[in-house]
């Protein structure tokens, strides 16, 4: 027998689901029974026996139960009749009671059914789902298999297609349906209800667990979808419908999500450890992994209704935090309005989701939480959880659960994001990389290109006439301008400078990334840089593709120019909304600091980048790109100040070979008790709750005329701090903070009374607008240097780490690099098939022994120029990604032709197509007359517009290829 769908996969399915997951398989034949229509999707004779199985009821309330079940009429409806039940007056009673119809604490009470072929009327269409699993006989899950062997244009792609389809002529079998899933039985991926095709992902085996239960894909998913407790703790708990102005989105978790929650939810049940940092990437779902989480805590009988405090560290990240929550359905969610309030929340009786600023804590006085009962999770874990707010919030709440959330942690000696929230030798509760969300196809591949000026700087003539101007300066002071207001910024706002690159950015934007219908920011150097682009731009561009987002500034000293720019809450809100809406002729977003962290917006492609970012602050930025778009390839970071070292730096972590230095806490707070009391005996009999200027003074006296009395203040100061912020945020230091902030408050008067530094940083601004002046007038200018080649962000990570890795390490990761680079290609790109042949021979020589494994590395290296050169091809031929496409195939068939013709060909021709495909036409329902038309196009121009200019060699071939390029490409 053959291979193929039914017998190959579909059987394999049910064989699993029926004997690994304890599922009843009833086959079609027998299932048709159950249903006296071909439009029943409700088994009514399952469900009346379970509702009467699970209440412990009789026949006559049940029946009333499943009419009430079957009046739902939204796939909502149908998840919270199945989360809540049904609300209905009980008869011995007289009051209202809810039933369930699903047994979430005891699996066995429920029936688990899977059957195949299930044939049902639709409206437009029948159809016949492969598998189809009931759960108290409601549809919950379709399953479509495509066979593994059979052409390779028909794949798990497809499968997903047909669930697509189904979903639209046959609705109501979709109505209680929760996921879906699909497969070629090599590949098996899931999505919910009515998600696009781009939303359909892999899950994966728990990645920190090393002994995996399952070798295939299929078998994983299968398991970790619909065991029966697996299934069961999904509807309650992990999918969500997301309610904003432009609709309604259902959402279901992630591997990530899942794994990270339920890890939570485990160690607080246990109760021995109290802390936890979840590390997942940027752009892999923090937020609804936090949702996820408070939810079960909230709602776990076993934890005995928690307070859930959710905090965060900026005020917009608030906003977005608690309206992101009540979106997604949030339940007795509260959100703390101000110091009074907090102090409320926490020594009160109440119970809910509080989401709160952690700065509020900061204002409270030394209270406590008396129950205990209470769970924190921080948002952005790295970010304002080690000063005052964190060191108070953790005294109020001393017996409480602490989970840190963030992308990038950081790992220093006074910052440290793993100590904070990790248990004693644990580095992370959880994990999700970088590579692990491109992997999955979560986020996307950011790729980085350098657009960098040239400049030419007279130095000897600035050194010499910056020597005149600071001729009443000492070195320190000369150091000190130099670094503040030193070359790189007046180099980078420098006029012919930032005019050159506005001009670039605009040209960019427009062959690169406006064809394909995405928006970008600009982050610039400062407010300054910021409104001068914004100038710039309006004379290259309409003003309405741009807008400039920005902190408001000193209102007393900031000039016309810039607070013409300052915006609202409001006034940001709707710049946000409508530069996430694709349709909106806003284009570009112009920031400096604000929206570079937590700022979602996935029709955002290209960040240009005028700004030094470095650690994790320039991971967050570019990670505004990573968001799955349809047709969105890849992010880009377009660099036009230089970050590159910074780049490699930030990324250049690697959690298995990560060897953190221990510190010992105990001997450090040891070393804090007594380093404050010897600071304190130089203040003997001075009243430190005096604010008045009288006692300032005696305090300064102390230290007149005594420089060694000044130093060795100075220096035990700087030990004090340095201990501070590496014991913050233990509540250890609250029993000393008062006498801290008093001493740190002290020492920034000491500082300017004994100018330490012996500079006097406000008498030199006078001079930083003269220097930065000098530099300009001294510049020659040669513009932008565009001979940079674009890599993936990641990739160049892996190159920078390939000369330290073993080589046999070296060879894999080339392998793999390689690997991707071609996949990206290989449908649109005749060469890229050739280097995947090159590929595959070099392992198979290697592998036979023919070449050893420098040779191996050698020859990836080379294959890996090779490909970088080919994919630079469409820049320099002045193509845009479309038309390059269209012209690598027409290269393969026309012959014989001039260079000109075939441009002036190519270009008409992507210009014809674009003409008659609407924006959004894959997923329209009439996408196959699109095409129909698309083919008619390509037909009229190269039959007869084009019949006399070009050569084609076998036109249908090279019609049919070029139909893949408009699938591919438009």
């Not at 709602?299 to 959710?310: A, D, Q, S, T």
């Not at 610039?524 to 920005?550: G, N």
């Not at 008790?673 to 430190?688: A, D, P, R, T, Y």
């Not at 630079?872 to 068939?893: N, Q």
């Amino acid at each position: 027998m053959k291979f193929n769908e039914q017998y190959t996969i579909e059987y394999h399915i049910i064989k699993f689901i029926r004997e690994k997951l304890g599922y009843e398989y009833i086959p079609a034949e027998e299932f048709s029974k159950l249903r006296s229509f071909e439009t029943e999707y409700v088994i009514t004779s399952h469900l009346l026996e379970a509702v009467k199985k699970i209440n412990n009821i009789d026949d006559a309330v049940a029946q009333s139960i499943v009419r009430e079940v079957k009046k739902s009429d939204t796939n909502e409806a149908f998840l919270l009749a199945m989360r809540n039940g049904i609300n209905l007056k009980d008869p011995n009673t007289g009051n209202f009671r809810d039933y369930k119809i699903v047994d979430f604490d005891n699996p066995e009470n429920n029936h688990f059914v899977v059957t195949n072929q299930f044939y049902f009327e639709g409206v437009t269409e029948n159809i016949r789902p492969d598998v189809l699993i009931f759960l108290n006989g409601l549809p919950i899950c379709d399953i479509e298999a495509k066979s593994p062997t059979a052409s390779s244009s028909v794949n798990f792609e497809n499968a997903i297609d047909q669930l697509k389809r189904y979903e639209k002529v046959a609705p109501k079998l979709f109505l209680p349906n929760c996921l879906n899933i699909a497969t070629d039985g090599l590949k098996t991926v899931y999505g919910a209800t009515y998600s696009p095709k781009q939303y359909f992902l892999a899950w994966r085996e728990d990645p920190q667990v090393e002994k995996k239960l399952f070798e295939d894909e299929i078998d994983s998913t299968l398991f970790f979808l619909l065991e029966q407790k697996q299934i069961l703790d999904l509807i309650k708990n992990f999918i969500v419908f997301e309610k904003k102005k432009d609709g309604v989105t259902k959402k279901i978790t992630r591997y990530q999500q899942f794994y990270a929650a339920n890890k939570i939810v485990a160690r607080v049940q246990d109760g021995e450890r109290k802390k936890g940092l979840i590390w997942h990437t940027q752009g892999s779902g923090k937020t609804l992994t936090m949702f996820f989480t408070a939810w079960k805590l909230r709602y776990n009988p076993e934890l005995k209704n928690p307070k859930v405090f959710i905090l965060i560290d900026r005020i917009d990240l608030d906003d977005q935090v608690y309206e992101e929550f009540e979106s997604w359905g949030g339940q007795n969610l509260v959100r703390v309005e101000s110091r009074k309030d907090l102090e409320k929340k926490i020594k009160g009786a109440d119970r809910g989701i509080f989401i709160s600023t952690i700065q509020k804590f900061s204002e409270l006085e030394e209270i406590e939480n008396i129950d205990g009962n209470v769970i924190v999770l921080s948002d952005e874990a790295h970010r304002d959880n080690e000063g005052i707010s964190a060191i108070k919030m953790r005294n109020a709440f001393k017996d409480a659960f602490f989970f840190g959330f963030t992308g990038t942690p950081i790992d220093k000696l006074t910052l440290n994001t793993h100590r904070n929230f990790g248990e004693e030798g644990e580095r992370y509760l959880d994990y999700y990389s970088i590579q692990q969300a491109i992997d999955d196809g979560a986020t996307l591949p950011v790729t980085y290109e350098a657009r960098l000026s040239k400049f030419f700087i007279d130095e000897e003539k600035v050194d010499q006439q910056f020597n005149e101007l600071t001729a009443d300066l000492n070195d320190k002071q000369k150091e000190l301008l130099t670094k503040k207001y030193g070359k790189k910024e007046a180099l980078v706002k420098l006029d012919k400078r930032m005019e050159a690159v506005a001009q670039d950015i605009i040209e960019h934007y427009k062959l690169y990334v406006l064809p394909n219908g995405f928006k970008a920011q600009v982050v610039c150097y400062d407010r300054e840089a910021t409104a001068k682009y914004k100038q710039l731009f309006d004379k290259l561009v309409p003003a309405e593709w741009s807008e400039v987002v920005y902190s408001p500034g000193d209102p007393n000293s900031e000039s016309d120019d810039l607070k013409k720019y300052n915006t609202n809450k409001q006034k940001r809100e709707k710049i946000i909304e409508q530069f996430k809406d694709p349709n909106h002729p806003l284009k570009f977003l112009l920031v400096c600091d604000m929206l570079l962290t937590g700022f979602d917006a996935p029709v955002e492609q290209v960040m240009y980048l005028d700004k030094p970012l470095r650690d994790h602050n320039l991971l967050q930025a570019i990670a505004r790109t990573n968001r799955v778009f349809p047709n969105k390839g890849c992010g880009k970071i377009i660099d036009y100040y230089g970050v590159t070292k910074n780049l490699y730096n930030a990324l250049n972590f690697d959690e298995s070979v990560v060897d953190s230095a221990m510190v010992d806490i105990n001997r450090l707070k040891e070393e804090f008790s007594k380093v404050i009391g010897e600071i304190m005996e130089l203040f003997v009999g001075v009243n430190i709750e005096d604010p008045s200027i009288d006692n300032l003074r005696r305090c300064l006296k102390i230290f007149i005329e005594n420089q060694s009395k000044q130093q060795y203040f100075k220096d035990k100061y700087s030990r004090l701090k340095m201990l501070f912020e590496i014991l913050s945020p233990d509540p250890f230091l609250m029993e000393y903070l008062r006498k801290f902030e008093w001493i740190t408050s002290f020492y920034l008067a000491f500082v300017k009374e004994f100018q330490i530094d012996d500079v006097d940083s406000f008498s030199l601004a006078e001079y930083g607008e003269k220097i930065k002046s000098l530099i300009q007038q001294k510049i020659d200018y040669e513009g932008i240097t565009k001979n940079f080649r674009e890599l993936n962000i990641h990739d160049l990570a892996t190159l920078n780490k390939l000369d330290k890795l073993p080589e046999e390490e070296k060879a894999l990761n080339l392998e793999k690099m390689l690997k991707r680079e071609i996949s990206i290609n290989i449908d649109t790109h005749p060469a890229f098939k050739k280097f995947s042949e090159r590929l595959i021979a070099i392992r198979v020589e290697f592998e036979k022994h023919q070449i050893d494994l420098a040779e191996r590395i050698k020859r990836y290296y080379d294959l890996l120029n090779d490909i970088k050169t080919k994919t630079e091809e469409a820049k320099e031929l002045g193509y845009t990604l479309r038309e390059y496409g269209l012209f690598v195939i027409s290269d393969e068939f026309i012959s014989e032709s001039d260079k000109d013709v075939v441009k002036e060909f190519v270009k008409e021709m992507a210009a014809r197509l674009e003409d008659v495909l609407d924006e959004n036409w894959q997923d329209s329902s009439k996408r196959e007359e699109f095409l129909k038309e698309a083919k008619r196009t390509l037909q009229e121009l190269i039959l007869k517009d084009y019949k006399d200019k070009i050569k084609v060699s076998d036109f249908h071939k090279y019609l049919n290829r070029l139909v893949d390029v408009v699938i591919k490409r438009f």
